[in-house]
């Protein structure tokens, strides 16, 4: 069974450091994995997809960089600013997942709440 | 890409009464689903909606508590049946596109009194 964990949980940090979020998962057979944001209240914005074969996308100020191997995702953010602050979520996409009925369901770690402070 | 909206963004309802949530996708996708997230906890998958045929349900979760439609490739509904104060949650509708990028709805928030 896939697990995916985040830690810490939550993470407070003065505005303009570069972060570094984690994600883990247990099963390296996977066909992508994506990361969200969602602030208070809200759905999820989707950050960016890293699919199997890739080690890293870029967008902006963001940089997601994929080891399956060793079942490890981190999310690079530069020069964080008070906007980024949100909850993180790191979501896993199994290889050969379907199931009975077809599902190939993402399974999601339980996010990271990050507060960028002025 | 894919623009997601949801109806109602929220709700107040009644013991023992119904909801039903719209979805809409601005465009065709793959695949849709319907997640739900209680307060403080990540998201759970109750479904996947099937166009045409009937809905594939997660382990904990049965058609008769969450019926839900897909009458063509880019709209959805979930109804909440039978409604008790643990169902208050926030409830999102989610699409994935032919790039296998998933997006996700801005929920419907739930309370049951």
């Known amino acids: 069974k896939q697990e995916v964990t985040q830690i810490p949980a939550a993470l407070s940090v003065p505005e303009g450091e570069n972060l570094v979020l984690n994600c883990s998962f247990t099963?390296?057979?996977?066909?992508?994995l994506q990361w969200f944001r969602q602030d208070p209240g809200k759905g999820l914005t989707s950050l960016l997809l890293?699919?199997?074969?890739?080690r890293e996308q870029t967008s902006g100020r963001l940089n997601a960089s994929l080891d399956k191997s060793s079942g490890r995702s981190t999310l690079y953010i530069a020069a964080s600013q008070p906007g980024d602050s949100a909850t993180y979520l790191c979501?896993?996409?199994?290889?050969?997942?379907?199931?009975?009925?077809?599902?190939?369901?993402?399974?999601f770690g339980k996010g990271m709440k990050l507060t960028v402070n002025p | 890409s894919a623009v997601i909206s949801q109806k109602p963004s929220r709700d107040i309802c009644q013991r023992g009464t119904s909801l039903t949530i719209q979805c809409q996708v601005d465009?065709?996708?793959?695949?849709m689903f319907w997640y739900r997230q209680q307060p403080g906890q990540s998201l759970t998958l109750i479904a996947t909606?099937?166009?045409?045929?009937?809905?594939?349900?997660e382990s904990g979760f049965v058609i008769d508590k969450f019926p839900i439609s897909r009458p063509n490739l880019t709209f959805s509904t979930l109804t909440v049946s039978n409604m008790s104060p643990e169902d208050s949650s926030i409830y999102l509708c989610?699409?994935?596109?032919?790039?296998?990028?998933?997006?996700f709805g801005p929920g419907t928030r739930l309370t049951v009194l």
């Open positions: 989610s699409a994935r596109v032919f790039g296998n990028e998933q997006f």
């Open positions: 099963d390296s057979a996977i066909y992508n």
């Open positions: 890293i699919q199997s074969s890739q």
């Open positions: 979501a896993v996409r199994r290889r050969g997942s379907l199931t009975q009925g077809g599902s190939e369901k993402l399974v």
């Open positions: 465009s065709q996708v793959t695949m």
């Open positions: 909606a099937n166009q045409g045929s009937e809905a594939t349900y």
